[in-house]
């Protein structure tokens, strides 16, 4: 009987983890009308076995609510990290191969909006796009790229010291290509491990702008407007209306953060053979 | 020596004032762009509806809506060099006023969770990358993975519910108790106010500077130096004090000072959940109202910490590490 | 404790036999392979002897001195005998004795913590009087300043470095000593006045094990010379029979005389082949003109002219 080494049990877990988010996300879908019905005859229900999640102030079932909410989150978070990387990459590479000038002028650019602290940056994106989900889509994607940018750099930087790549050069390649056949595959493992590590960012940054107000509005049953609505309920004892949506919320984040780790494992270097 | 210390100052000054400048540009540039009709938000639709022309053109003088933006933002930068920094148009005072009494409140807060997240979470890093996958390490692990996937504000909400609704041995809100006259606060009711704020921004503060210090400390385990330390026959003990905990303490230096975006990014989080008079609910209502002064003084003293607390680091850094106090700087 | 250290007072301080050391690692997926670094290696020091593991840049023969000092990596496994004063060397006793009587000498002051003064780190953090003048003699000795105590390793010259290095060899009273590499990049009369330390150490009565590429310097410094090929050691000779090809046994050997400057510099087709590239038999059969079916089969090492060898047609 094979036994199952480390590596193999690390890529068992990511394959449930994908299939767990495709599964939020399906039911959020489906709950998508039962989120918003209301029915004030069975309101503020604590949990019990009809309504596990309990029910809030104006009869809605909380289960469905959370499913929807997250899956939107979830949604949205994974669409502008990976606009936020895209741009990470691209400037990265840029930044470490148009030359002096273009380093300089991306590592200001990267400085500028490292010094302003990230929630502030994303109010004031959000309220520059109008608010809304277009507003916090943007916001994330408009913010998230310095620091995995910053890697990037430092990783083509070594690597344009590296001697194929001086070969390549004094054949006559284009920058073009040399980036293109040689540094991307090289990108591509850290880039990878970047994006995923991304994802529980977004989703965090996502929730919390719209906790303060600045994201989707108050229609949608977005995870930071239910915690929002809860925040003014706490007072009266309905603990359900913040717990378990949150929980959800952490249990997803933490899953994207355990894959991003195993991705990381499975191809840093250093840890490659354990 | 010392010249060449001048030198490097005087440097980080310049470069200082060039991000502050472009940071307030940015910002004026992100408000101006704003779809959002300050009218709106401030006034509101229905109260609108009822005013005259001329009244509405007030409004529009008042809240900036029509000025040229060049224009509008060379009048407040000159005005903000000279010390004025504007007048709020949400809380109709100036905006001196607002910030210095904010920034009180949100040092305080601030300050406590800077503090015992950079302390405890170097050890707690330290610690963990030491005894790499003992239980010490998984452990703390842990911790760092479920802070770290905690929303800063949800954790405040676990809290107020647990302490304020529930236990009710700590207040709800605000900063002081409430309708109480403001020379009967004492230091012992701000202190009350502040502990559970202060408790959530620390309790996810660690989590990020103990994973970082983790890191760093693994690097440093994975060098030759260390491998020589354990020929040598050092234990495990020995090579923390002599070797692991000084070549960590610098990285440790420099990611603690950059914890100060994060923890104001928490601030913001927690002082809405807990109505505390902070920094950060005035950047909120700020956002919410259009209220352009506040929001662009809010960010510039913002920055104005971030970009502070990295050169001090550096700064520190320099003295602290011996092939630099020694042997100059190396660019 | 070593056990009956008076008994086997004429037991070798170091004798491995069969050492092999291999890694396990992933082969591009989720496959485990297993990658050999050294196959066979065989080499004695005794008390008061210089002894040499001559190999080329790159062939493994690092991690011997690794492996005895019980440093190897973790997806790293040793099989083989390692003795010690004519006791085995296990985990746990490698772990005491190490840094006392079996001291490393390390290539360079990049084996240094670079933010500890030079004489607190020579003394490991103790600050007794009799530790501290002892160190104090020992710079002396040296020729180096009280001054260099305080300084810390960037700050240290080229000609510091090495005789900082050996400091911490002397501030102990070892019984095994081993240097890996100990002369990278220096010249000729550099490099022989830097082995004169390690004379000294022998002079005491320690064994000097060196690891090493500069077969040149060896042959002119050291006792014996253990020459090492594609994971194995094949010969092991007194450093006087270096002075002539006839007087070497094994043909890599030769091959090796040959190719050095003042002889000629020929050398022989081919490259040294990787260790899992090699079949059961020796490994220099492939390049070797004097070649049979025999020389497939695992070859056993043998007693030649007061040296060994592993070559069936040796004489």
Partial sequence: MKKRNRRQKMCIGLRFFVLFLLTVCVAGFICTDAARVTDFSRKNMAPCLLYPFGTDWMGRDMLARTLKGLSMSILLGVLSATVSACIALILGVASATLGRAADRGIGFVIDLMMGIPHILLLILVSVALGKGWKGVAWGIALTHWPSLARLIRAEVVQLKESPYIQIAEKLGKSKWYIVRKHMLPHLAPQFFVGLVLLFPHAILHESSVTFLGFGLDAGQPAIGIILSEAMQHLVTGKWWLALFPGMMLVLVVTLFYEAGETLRKLTDPASVHE | MVRQWSIRIAGYALRLLILLFAVSVLTFALMKASPVDPLQANVGQTALGSMSQEQIEKLREYWGVDMPPVRQYLSWAGDFLRGDMGTSLYFRQPVENVIADRLRHSLLLMGIAWVCSGILGFFLGAAAGMFRETWVDRGIRGYCLLMSSTPAFWLALLLLMVFGVWLKVLPIGLSVPAGMEAANVTFWDRMRHAVLPALTLSLTGISNIALHTREKMIEVMEQDFILFARARGENRRQIFRHHGFRNVLLPGITLHFASVSEIFGGSVLVEQVFSYPGLGQAAVSAGLGSDMPLLMAITVVSALFVFGGDALADLLCGIADPRIRRGGFRE | ?315
Avoid at chain 3, 81 to 102: A, D, P, V
Avoid at chain 3, 113 to 141: E, M, N, S, W
Avoid at chain 3, 272 to 297: E, I, M, N, S, Y
Wanted: glycine share 10%; proline share 5%; with cysteine.
């Fill in chain 3, 1 to 315: 404790m070593d056990r009956g250290e008076g008994e086997y007072a004429a037991a070798p301080v170091l004798k491995i036999e069969g050492l092999h050391i291999s890694f396990m690692q992933y082969d591009g997926g989720s496959r485990r392979k297993e990658l050999t670094a050294i196959r066979d290696l065989d080499v004695e020091v005794g008390a008061g002897e210089m002894v040499a593991v001559v190999g080329s840049s790159g062939s493994g023969k690092s991690l011997l001195a690794h492996a005895i000092l019980g440093l190897l990596p973790y997806n790293a496994s040793m099989s083989g005998k390692l003795m010690f004063c004519g006791s085995e060397l296990s985990e746990e006793r490698i772990r005491q004795l190490r840094g006392t009587k079996i001291v490393m000498v390390p290539q360079s002051v990049a084996w240094l913590d670079p933010l500890q003064k030079i004489g607190a780190q020579i003394r490991k953090g103790r600050g007794d009087r009799k530790t501290r003048q002892q160190l104090k003699d020992i710079f002396y000795r040296y020729g180096l300043d009280q001054e260099v105590e305080k300084m810390y390793p960037f700050e240290l010259s080229g000609g510091m470095n090495r005789r900082v290095l050996i400091s911490t060899a002397m501030m102990e009273e070892p019984k095994l000593v081993i240097a890996d590499e100990p002369t990278p990049g220096l010249d000729l009369s550099v490099a022989k006045r830097a082995m004169g330390h390690f004379r000294e150490l022998a002079d005491r009565g320690a064994g000097v094990l060196i690891i090493t590429h500069d077969l040149e310097l060896a042959m002119e410094t050291v006792d014996r010379i253990v020459v090492f090929y594609a994971g194995s050691t094949v010969e092991e000779a007194p450093a006087a029979d270096f002075n002539s090809q006839e007087t070497l046994r094994h043909p890599y050997t030769k091959a090796l005389w040959r190719a050095l400057p003042q002889n000629g510099f020929e050398y022989i087709p081919g490259t040294q082949p990787r260790v899992d590239d090699l079949l059961q038999g020796c490994p220099f059969a492939p390049r070797c003109g004097r070649r049979t079916k025999d020389c497939d089969r695992p070859v056993p090492g043998r007693e030649l002219r007061g040296g060994r060898v592993k070559c069936l047609y040796a004489e």
